[in-house]
């Protein structure tokens, strides 16, 4: 099997993780000799928001707010893990990035540099509705205070969907549309033969 290169994207609360999660312990076992990169942003966020500092602190400010982190600072979070990670003999797989279309065109210029052609997107379509009820089950702690579900699903439309539109257009990439208001095994299997692997 050739190395997967995979990018999940969708609202917040969509199930990007778990599906992630989900294709890493089936690729783990299908290539067993081969690792498995998950840039998974967010992750790394909460690990540097965590960090003293005057840039954390503003960091922490925009988190507790729910809003969006600053282009410059997602992109550094990411290219920084990832220069430090990466040995090129990975499958590779994104969840938390890109978040705008300014961070998409910057993760479009890492794949010809590594020589990975054709990335997956996997867009995990599902409404604000569906979204919203389960941000608000899952009772993270940056979920729970008043407005931030709300500020979170807004800049989706702004931010997120003209990256989404970018890669359902763009030649160089395989587009997966999934509905991902179904149970999370249904999204999985329908992930596997989106990309050939059932």
Request: glycine share 10%; charged share 25%; hydrophobic share 35%.
């Amino acid at each position: 099997m050739e190395l997967q290169t995979i990018i999940f994207i969708g609202r917040s609360g969509s199930g990007k993780g778990t599906q992630l999660g989900l294709l890493k312990t089936f690729l783990d076992e299908i290539t067993p000799g081969v690792p498995v990169l998950a840039m998974e942003t967010g992750k790394y966020f909460r690990e540097y928001i965590g960090k003293e500092g005057y840039t954390w602190s503003r960091s922490r400010a925009l988190n507790s707010a729910g809003e969006r982190q600053p282009e410059f600072l997602a992109v550094w979070v990411w290219a920084s893990v990832f220069i430090e990670k990466f040995q090129g003999n990975e499958h590779l797989m994104f969840d938390g990035t890109p978040r705008s279309l300014t961070e998409a065109q910057m993760l479009h210029t890492l794949f010809p540099f590594y020589g990975r052609t054709k990335p997956t997107v996997v867009f995990l379509n599902t409404s604000r509705g569906w979204v919203e009820e389960r941000l608000r089950s899952r009772g993270r702690s940056d979920d729970v205070v008043p407005g931030v579900i709300d500020r979170k699903l807004s800049w989706y439309e702004k931010d997120v969907v003209p990256a989404i539109e970018f890669y359902r257009s763009a030649p160089e990439y395989r587009f997966l549309d999934i509905n991902g208001e179904q149970a999370p095994e249904v999204v999985h299997e329908d992930i596997l033969k989106g990309l050939g692997l059932k």
